[in-house]
Each structure stands twice: as C-alpha cells, then as structure tokens.
C-alpha cells in the first residue's frame, strides 16, 4: 500500500485526517465527524466501509458519494500503476489508493478515513491522522482465545502516529497501558477528559448534554436512535475539537448533529408496521439495538426478525444480544457475501432459542415475507451484517419505503 500510494505522489498526506478505528460504532462517528468539519465550511473527503448499496458510498465529499465517472476514471488512472507494483494490489488496496488519490484531485481541505479492518495493517493506516480515534474494543473478528481483548486494543491502537491527539472511546482500565504505549502527543479519554453526561430519549432521536476538555455543550439534539449514539457522539465531537485545537461554536455542533444520518443504523424506513435496519453483526452492536428498540420503539404487536451474518462469528451470541426469545417468527436468510452462514444453519440456532424459525435464504425475499406476514402493530428489524442491510434497503426502495437512489 504504502509502495502504490508513493507511485500516486502520495495523495494520503495531501491534508489532515481523522482517522476512525473500533469494533462498534465507527461508522456513525465517521459520519458524525464528517457534519462537524463540514458545517466549518471545510470541504470533507470520507472513506467508509462497507458499502450498503453502491460501491461508490465508501468514498464521498461533503456527505455525497463520488461519481460513476469520477471512479471509473480514477480507477483507470491506477490501473496504468498496477504493473509497476513488486506485489499485486487487492481489492480493498485500489480502492483505498483510490479514495486518497480522488481526494487529492477534489482538493479536500479535510479527511476521515474509517479502518477497514483493525488497523495496524490495514490498508487505511498509511495515513498519518492528525487524530486518531478508537472507539471502544469489543467482541468481533477474534477467536476469543486467551486475552483477546488486549491483542484486540494492540492492533486496533496501531493506527495513532507520533504527535496524534489519541480520542479513546474505550473505558477499560485494564487495557490503558496499551493506549498509553501509543506515540500519541495526548490522549484523550472518554469519562475521563470527555463525554456524554445526560442522554434522554427525544422525538426524532435524543437529546444530550456533552462535555469536552475545551468546553460543555447542552442539551443537543441528535437525529440518531439509540443511547449508545450519546457516547458516539461524545467521541466525534471530541475528535473534531482535537482537529481544530479549540472549542467548537454550540450552534454548529447543533446544526451538524441535528442533520447526520446514518444508513443502516438503526434506520427507520417505516412504521405500520414499524420496520427498523441495522447492520449489527457482533454482541456488543446487537445489545445496542435491542436496547433502542426496548427505550423507543416498543410496539402492542409481534416482533419479526430477519436475520442474516456471516460464517466465523459466534450466531448464539448474536441473537441472546438481540433477545431473539421475545420474537415471534425469526427469518432466516443469507447474505450475498462468499463468507454467508448459511440460513438453515442460522435457523438451527435460532429454533435452540425455542422461537420458531423460517427459512428464506434471498435477503429481498426474506424481508418481503416479514412484511407480508406482519401486521400494522408489529415490528420487523432486519439485523446481522451490513450485507443483508444493504440487500435489504434495495427491497425497501423498490417498495416505495425509500426514495430512489
């Protein structure tokens, strides 16, 4: 990576970064962020993964994904590099060159890259982020041997580079001599330097107070469901604070959090019956939505899950986190990813539960089920993998419950 991007001229350090690592959560905050810097009047590059739709969504300026044209042709572009490689690039490396050479090209005054993967050796981490943040360390991409979660905040505390402001989200003391062995200038922890210290449920998302090592900021609204966003948007708004070396103005973090969205987070995409996506694939990220849907979205009806993860990850794990024995009907299905597990292995594992399980292995056909099957006072939550999400948010625009792409 760092070979293809020399070739490129090295477009990663054409401006500062924020750069977002964690096992839950970095998504949001990579949006979150990018609302901060851009209700500044900055124009904001973001690099995000994975895609829901369209592979254009992982790369965007100012919120709006890059072009048809505008990939095409600096694909092509890399394309012309790739034989003067001493190694074959992947798929997730061209795209990353891609996204850093485009935001050169677009003169981007700032960045946020979300790691893929990890991040020591992920591809985003030839970046040298002026913030680093890592958002919390939970259960995902591990075997669960030994002190995982130590290996976990190593490899995820790879990404902070000599002179970083270090935004940690993760609380856990018995992890900080890890976080502290980082090259990080300062390092700023949440509950301790900063954080979310009121968080109430609101109409349209929450209201929250905020404080930060520069200053306070109450009684915010943010259009996000779910408490566990309080403390998201807790680590953005510190990141954003760290960029700028100062406070931020109360309005524009008001206008910024009051406008983000966050596809296929626990998205709302109708309601008669209420119908909820998230892409939650781990214990921790099921928790959370079970715990919004319990605060605010109780509904006097049945609940219908449609369920569909991947092979690696721990399935009776994931659905005791999405108190799978308080639905009625579980729909099984798989996503199209080459490491799906395989819908009647998932139902296996639900009907362990004592729920009843169906199998319906196409993510549209699965959700078209839950839907013709549901009535106006029940919920349907579609859950597992950010691949059933986006499969999922294609039936939902093909029904008319989104507007078209």
């Known amino acids: 990576m760092r070979e293809l991007c020399h070739l490129l001229g090295d477009p990663q350090h054409d401006q500062p970064t924020v750069h977002i690592t964690g096992t839950n959560g970095k998504g949001s905050v990579a949006r979150l962020v990018t609302a901060l810097l851009s209700a500044h009047d900055l124009t904001v590059g ?20 890059i072009g048809d044209d505008a990939l095409a042709a600096v694909l092509t572009e890399l394309a012309a590099f790739e034989p003067l490689l001493s190694h074959a690039a992947s798929w997730w490396e061209l795209l990353t060159a891609a996204a850093f050479r485009w935001f050169s090209s677009e003169a981007v005054q700032a960045a946020v890259v979300e790691v893929g993967l990890l991040g020591r050796f992920d591809s985003t981490n030839v970046v040298d982020g002026t913030v680093a943040v890592l958002t919390n360390v939970g259960f995902d991409h591990t075997d669960g041997q030994g002190d995982w979660r130590r290996r976990i905040a190593e490899e995820k505390s790879g990404i902070v580079k000599p002179g970083a402001t270090f935004v940690l989200g993760e609380t856990d003391l018995a992890l900080q001599d890890v976080f502290e062995a980082t090259p990080a200038e300062t390092i700023w922890q949440r509950d301790r330097d900063f954080g979310c210290t009121a968080n109430r449920l609101a109409v349209g998302g929450r209201l929250i107070d905020l404080r930060t090592p520069g200053a306070t900021y109450d009684e915010v ?5 779910g408490p566990h966003q309080g403390d998201n948007a807790a680590v953005a708004l510190a990141a954003a604070e760290a960029f700028f070396h100062r406070p931020l103005a109360p309005d524009v973090v008001a206008q910024a959090f009051a406008s983000v969205r966050t596809p296929g987070r626990f998205e709302v995409v109708a309601r008669d019956p209420l119908v909820v996506l998230d892409g939650a694939h781990n214990p921790d990220g099921a928790n ?11 509904v006097p009806g049945e609940r219908w899950l449609v369920i569909g993860t991947l092979a690696g990850r721990d399935p009776a794990a994931l659905l005791a986190a999405l108190r799978v024995g308080e639905a009625s009907t579980v729909v099984c299905c798989t996503p199209a990813s080459p490491r799906a597990l395989p819908a009647a292995d998932l139902a296996r594992e639900v009907e362990s539960f004592g729920v009843r399980a169906v199998v319906v292995p196409e993510v549209s056909e699965a959700l078209g089920h839950a839907l013709d099957s549901a009535g106006a006072d029940d919920a349907v939550l579609v859950v ?7 499969a999922a948010r294609s039936e939902c625009r093909r029904r008319g419950m989104l507007p078209p792409g």
């Open 384 to 390: 597992g993998s950010l691949y059933t999400v986006g």
């Open 221 to 225: 609204f943010l259009a996000l469901h």
């Open 46 to 65: 973001t690099y995000t993964s994975p895609h829901l739709e369209v592979v254009n969504e992982r790369i965007s300026r100012n919120g709006e994904p």
């Open 288 to 298: 959370a939505v079970a715990d919004a849907l319990a605060e605010g979205f109780a």
